[in-house]
């Protein structure tokens, strides 16, 4: 039975890994952690919490000698667009937290899974279908430390033996938790405000295309992968993963199916248009379906349908 530790657990991805991990492994056998707490949060009442800041090294080491783990999921990060506000902070967190990760799992003899994104693409990436290995030349703070996240993965696995995995995430949609900050996050935003008011400005321009995928897709991609035969993986860290690429006018559409008076404009934001006009409008996603048997069940039908039920449980 794995023993795993979970960063950043308080997020959009973490605050529903921590309850799946839970339901899987059994409830003691993963430790939550975030820099912050959160009142009646789920993640913290439903089995072991500590507060860790992944700047700090020994945080990390400490919960991993004191829960015994061997697995660590590092999900702590500044998105896209929190990270073009404050670089430094972002190269300082998302550098030094995954060093630090890093460092413990090889002195303490971890797994570790960690995401990287389509942001580790730029501008001079094949723009559609963009292969597992491309030119990665990304124009965002986030974007280069998702690259040198990548190498880094790499580079503890070749040299120390550490078993590294990752995944480039599109955009991820969910009902849970809100999304951080990132440059995809109209497609959470629209649902909130299609149920809401009826109405939503998108700050992102019609026909720019990005690739996106349903959090239970995204969950099940972490499960499946850290449970991957290893001889198995050529790839290993990284592997492009997507279940949908769609622009603003397309996700309206499939809204006004189930609200036929929902009614979208646009308010274009300059800073996050271009972080998307840098990015892939799709991936090629066949690494990840050919080594590790990567399968999405949901597209964007199937997850309007499911994101608009949920989210009307939730806000009723
Ligand atoms: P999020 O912003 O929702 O959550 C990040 C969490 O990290 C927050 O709870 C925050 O409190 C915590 N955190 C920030 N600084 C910290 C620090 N110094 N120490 C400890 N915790 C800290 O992010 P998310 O969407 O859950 O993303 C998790 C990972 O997945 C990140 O690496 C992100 O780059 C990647 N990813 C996410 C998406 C997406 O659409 N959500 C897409 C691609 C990749």
Known sequence: MKRILITGSLGQIGSELTVLLRSIYGNDNVVSSDLRKVEGSKVIEGGPFELINVEHAHEIAEAVKKYKIDTIIHLAALLSATGEKDPVKAWNVNMGGLFNVLEVARELGCSVFTPSSIAAFGPNSKKVKTPQDDVQRPTTMYGVTKVSGELLCDYYHMRFGVDTRGVRYPGLISYETLP?????????????????????????????????????????????????DPSKLKHRNAFNITAMSFAPEHIAAEIKKHIPEFEMGYDVDPVRQAIAESWPDSLDDSAAREEWGWNPKYDLAAMTTDMLAKLREKLD
């Open 180 to 228: 951080g900050g990132g440059t995809t996050d109209y497609a959470v935003h629209i649902f909130y405000e299609a149920l809401k008011n009826k109405k939503y400005d998108s700050y992102i321009a019609a026909g720019t295309y990005m690739d996106m995928m349903y959090m239970p897709d995204a969950l099940n991609a972490i499960v499946t992968l850290m449970e991957a």
